[in-house]
Each structure stands twice: as structure tokens, then as C-alpha cells.
């Protein structure tokens, strides 16, 4: 059984208090997005919850229930950006720029997982946080809906990874069309899997033309 978030956590703060999670640590390809969240506690939606527990239609439910009623701010870190710096500090970067995008400056930062971004506000760790923190799962929310939004833009462009439904995870699907269609601009090259693609492509290129 789900745990259900409270505001007991928040309640040891001045606010406004902000939650701050990220969608996207884990695919192939695909941004990592972050969100900050400030709920209005007269107004908070029903039956929130980490976004992982949810179905994909109640977090949309919930997604635009809380852009109604909530101060929100979102980050993006780029695939060049998780590329370059590795997918741990884009995450973080991602979470800096939510906070930063938020339309009032927060007392406090509650972040999802055990390390800080650098936040002009005081920041606090919250290990598990979207099962904890109303705040952290509603940013939960909408930093998965937004990335999910994004996947399915991108999928438009390149219908055979079906982003549309993986969201750049590496199913069955998706590793299907890599060996087919090879590697897009938009799959993180740092990540084990699509740097050895890589290499045996270039490898086998190599090979060609030395024959």
C-alpha cells in the first residue's frame, strides 16, 4: 500500500515552502526535468502522491489541477547538457533552475533524494521525499508530466524509438529501433548503452573502409 504524503514535514518551516523533484535521471534519451512546486494549502488537489504510484491519466489530472492552484517553476537540463557534465549534476542543474523559475523566491527548499542543488534559499534533503513531502510529490508530478509532454513532441519527429509510450526508457521497443535506426540526437551519449552502440558503429565504419 502507497504511502500518502502530509504537510508534516513543511509544518517545521516558514513559508512559502517549495518541493523540488526531477523526472528522467534513468532513460536513454530525453532531457531531465525538474520541478518546484509551492502549494496553496487551502487549495491543494486530492490524492497527491508520488507521480511513480500513479497512472498516467491521474497525473495529468493532478498536473492541471495543480498549474490552477500552485507556484510553480520548471528546469530543464539539455542531452548535450547531461552529456557533458554527467546526468547526476544535470539533475541538479535541472533542480536549480526550477527553484530559480519560481514566480516568488521560496523560504525553503525541500528536495527529493540526499543532495543539495545550489538554491538561494536554504535547501533540505529529503531522502524519499515524494512519499513524505505533499510538496516534493507534487513537484514529482509535474516535473514526470512535463517530461512526458516533451517525449512526446520529440516522438512526432522520430516515430520508431515510440517515445510516445517508453518516454526514452530502454524497452523492448526502443532498443528495437536503436539497432534499426541507430542513435538520435536526442540519446544521451555518456550512458553506457549508446556509447558502445556507438563505438561498434564506428568500429565496424572503420573496418569497411580499411578492406
Given at each position: 500500500?502507497?504511502?500518502?504524503?502530509?504537510?508534516?514535514?513543511?509544518?517545521?518551516?516558514?513559508?512559502?515552502?517549495?518541493?523540488?523533484?526531477?523526472?528522467?535521471?534513468?532513460?536513454?534519451a530525453?532531457?531531465?526535468?525538474?520541478?518546484?512546486?509551492?502549494?496553496?494549502r487551502?487549495?491543494?488537489?486530492?490524492?497527491?502522491?508520488?507521480?511513480?504510484?500513479?497512472?498516467?491519466?491521474?497525473?495529468?489530472?493532478?498536473?492541471?489541477?495543480?498549474?490552477?492552484?500552485?507556484?510553480i517553476?520548471?528546469?530543464?537540463a539539455?542531452v548535450?547538457?547531461?552529456?557533458?557534465?554527467?546526468?547526476?549534476?544535470?539533475?541538479?542543474?535541472?533542480?536549480?533552475?526550477?527553484?530559480?523559475?519560481?514566480p516568488?523566491?521560496?523560504?525553503?527548499?525541500?528536495?527529493?533524494?540526499?543532495?543539495?542543488?545550489?538554491?538561494?534559499?536554504?535547501?533540505?534533503?529529503?531522502?524519499k521525499?515524494?512519499?513524505?513531502?505533499?510538496?516534493?510529490?507534487?513537484?514529482?508530478?509535474?516535473?514526470?508530466?512535463?517530461?512526458?509532454?516533451?517525449?512526446?513532441?520529440?516522438?512526432?519527429?522520430?516515430?520508431?524509438?515510440?517515445?510516445?509510450?517508453?518516454?526514452?526508457?530502454?524497452?523492448?521497443?526502443?532498443?528495437?529501433?536503436?539497432?534499426?535506426?541507430?542513435?538520435?540526437?536526442?540519446?544521451?551519449?555518456?550512458?553506457?548503452?549508446?556509447h558502445?552502440?556507438?563505438?561498434?558503429?564506428?568500429?565496424?565504419?572503420?573496418?569497411?573502409r580499411?578492406?
Amino acid at each position: 500500500m502507497a504511502i500518502s504524503p502530509t504537510f508534516e514535514i513543511e509544518d517545521e518551516f516558514s513559508d512559502p515552502v517549495a518541493g523540488v523533484d526531477e523526472a528522467g535521471r534513468g532513460p536513454w534519451a530525453g532531457p531531465v526535468v525538474a520541478a518546484a512546486v509551492i502549494l496553496d494549502r487551502g487549495n491543494t488537489p486530492g490524492g497527491l502522491r508520488d507521480s511513480k504510484t500513479l497512472t498516467e491519466k491521474r497525473r495529468r489530472e493532478l498536473a492541471a489541477a495543480l498549474w490552477k492552484s500552485s507556484r510553480i517553476g520548471v528546469g530543464v537540463a539539455s542531452v548535450e547538457e547531461i552529456d557533458t557534465m554527467n546526468i547526476l549534476r544535470a539533475s541538479l542543474l535541472a533542480m536549480e533552475r526550477a527553484v530559480a523559475n519560481l514566480p516568488v523566491a521560496p523560504a525553503i527548499a525541500l528536495v527529493d533524494g540526499n543532495i543539495k542543488p545550489k538554491v538561494a534559499c536554504p535547501a533540505y534533503t529529503v531522502v524519499k521525499g515524494d512519499a513524505k513531502s505533499m510538496s516534493i510529490a507534487a513537484a514529482s508530478i509535474i516535473a514526470k508530466t512535463t517530461r512526458d509532454r516533451m517525449m512526446l513532441e520529440l516522438a512526432r519527429d522520430y516515430p520508431n524509438y515510440q517515445w510516445q509510450s517508453n518516454k526514452g526508457y530502454a524497452a523492448p521497443a526502443h532498443r528495437a529501433a536503436l539497432d534499426e535506426y541507430g542513435v538520435t540526437p536526442h540519446h544521451r551519449r555518456s550512458f553506457a548503452p549508446i556509447h558502445k552502440m556507438l563505438y561498434e558503429a564506428s568500429s565496424t565504419s572503420l573496418l569497411s573502409r580499411n578492406r
